[in-house]
Nanobody, 116 residues
Framework: QVQLVESGGGLVQAGGSLRLFCAAS????????MGWYRQAPGKQRELVAS???????NYADSVKGRFTISRDNTKNTLYMRMNSLKPEDTAVYYC??????????WGQGTQVTVSS
């Protein structure tokens, strides 16, 4: 059974930084892609950043230059460094993995709250 466990969320002031972690129970080197999504109250879940098996990355325009996604396949862990946080970054952040069969798995989410 695939398990994704997120951590690293919390409360931070605007301009601050956080680092999110997602520990996977599967080998991350065998995955098609991994990513971080977020969902704010009353809004749809949106893609924040993703990293493909090649290592190529993709970011939402709203976080480009502020967030950095990375992975460590030796630890089966996905990361996201979030700098210059803004109140509009407040959301529940979810870890996602996509297999080569295009099956998606999700973590339970971690809350990020940015105060102004």
């Amino acid at each position: 059974q695939v398990q994704l466990v997120e951590s690293g969320g919390g409360l931070v002031q605007a301009g601050g930084s956080l680092r999110l972690f997602c520990a996977a129970s599967v080998s991350t080197s065998s995955l098609k892609a991994m990513g971080w999504y977020r969902q704010a109250p009353g809004k749809q879940r949106e893609l924040v950043a993703s990293i493909r098996w090649t290592g190529s990355t993709n970011y939402a325009d709203s976080v480009k230059g502020r967030f950095t996604i990375s992975r460590d396949n030796t630890k089966n862990t996905l990361y996201m460094r979030m700098n210059s946080l803004k109140p509009e970054d407040t959301a529940v952040y979810y870890c996602n993995i996509k297999t080569w069969g295009d099956i998606d798995y999700w973590g339970q989410g971690t809350q990020v709250t940015v105060s102004s």
